[in-house]
């Protein structure tokens, strides 16, 4: 929740104002919980704007979301994408569309795949500390295994955002610039 509010927050105070949401399948925890963050972004900065579309994590389902963004009366001028493949995708639709990015429009994706940096332009993502969502995942399995786990739970992983050329460069103009710093991707 807290990667997708930061990203979105990023966008806004860029000078954004019609960021749009592509998530995954409804239902999926990480597409749902991005997409908690983003709104909840968009209400803390009073922004009018709100499109949201779902895509399957695939480059095809980016494609197909984009273009339902881009027929809108009035197509967004940012795009948070649940993960890098699907960000990308979107991306590629814009540039066939004649728009510029980030002049026209920005995306950011999700995982800091190691493509993102050979896109043109290259990807802007949210890095994920995958050996500690990889640790922390393993160790809840072994104890849920060995019947020693509790009740269900949720464990925050760190993240932070790789600024490349889909977005503008500026640093994201935060009131508290330690809101984030405990905070991270959830498994």
């Known amino acids: 929740v807290?990667?997708?509010?930061?990203?979105?927050?990023?966008?806004?105070?860029?000078?954004?104002?019609?960021?749009?949401?592509?998530?995954?399948?409804?239902?999926?925890?990480?597409?749902?919980?991005?997409?908690?963050?983003y709104l909840e972004a968009l209400q803390a900065n009073e922004a009018p704007f709100q499109a949201v579309e779902y895509g399957n994590f695939t480059a095809d389902g980016g494609r197909q979301a984009m273009k339902r963004l881009l027929s809108l009366p009035t197509p967004p001028d940012a795009v948070v994408a649940v993960d890098d493949v699907t960000a990308a995708a979107a991306m590629q639709v814009a540039l066939e569309n004649g728009l510029h990015v980030p002049e026209d429009i920005a995306f950011v994706g999700f995982n800091n795949s190691s493509f993102c940096s050979y896109l043109e332009p290259p990807l802007t993502s949210v890095s994920i500390n995958i050996s500690s969502l990889a640790r922390t995942a393993t160790e809840m399995l072994i104890d849920l295994i060995e019947g020693h786990a509790g009740r269900p739970q949720r464990c925050i992983v760190p993240c932070h955002i790789v600024l490349r050329g889909s977005t503008r460069q500026s640093a994201p103009m935060?009131?508290?610039p330690n809101r984030y710093a405990s905070r991270g991707n959830t498994i």
Do not use: Q
């Open 2 to 37: 807290a990667a997708g509010r930061m990203v979105t927050e990023k966008l806004l105070s860029d000078g954004h104002r019609r960021v749009a949401y592509i998530g995954g399948p409804k239902g999926v925890n990480v597409s749902e919980d991005r997409l908690t963050g």
């Open 174 to 176: 935060l009131k508290d």
